[in-house]
Nanobody, 126 residues
């Protein structure tokens, strides 16, 4: 089992920045792929950023150029740097990991990952 705990959420004004952190513990493996998804109550989950086991990254169009996903295998930690935040970025953000070495944001939207965190709330005010 892998446990994922997100932190770093909060409230900021539009144009601001936040960095989300996901601490992984348990049976972690650098061969896993990881990613971030977000969800607004009553709406579908949206995969927004993913990183393969080899470090290759991919992004949803809605965040490309503003968000950056990265990981530190030595610390078992996943990050999401969010810049130029917009009110429409308001959501609960979830960290996820999968035993597959490759994942995409689209896959995170439509298919379940093996492990999910409980989420951290991000609120962007205009």
């Amino acid at each position: 089992q892998v446990q994922l705990v997100e932190s770093g959420g909060g409230s900021v004004q539009a144009g601001g920045s936040l960095r989300l952190v996901c601490a992984a513990s348990g049976h972690t493996d650098s061969s896993y792929s990881m990613g971030w998804a977000r969800q607004v109550a009553g709406k579908e989950r949206e995969g927004i950023a993913a990183i393969d086991s080899d470090g290759r990254t991919s992004y949803a169009d809605s965040v490309r150029g503003r968000f950056t996903i990265s990981k530190d295998n030595a610390k078992n930690t996943l990050y999401l740097q969010m810049n130029s935040l917009k009110p429409e970025d308001t959501a609960t953000y979830y960290c996820a990991a999968d035993r597959s070495p490759r994942v995409t944001p689209a896959a995170m939207t439509y298919y379940d990952m093996d492990y999910w965190g409980k989420g951290t709330l991000v609120t962007i005010s205009s």
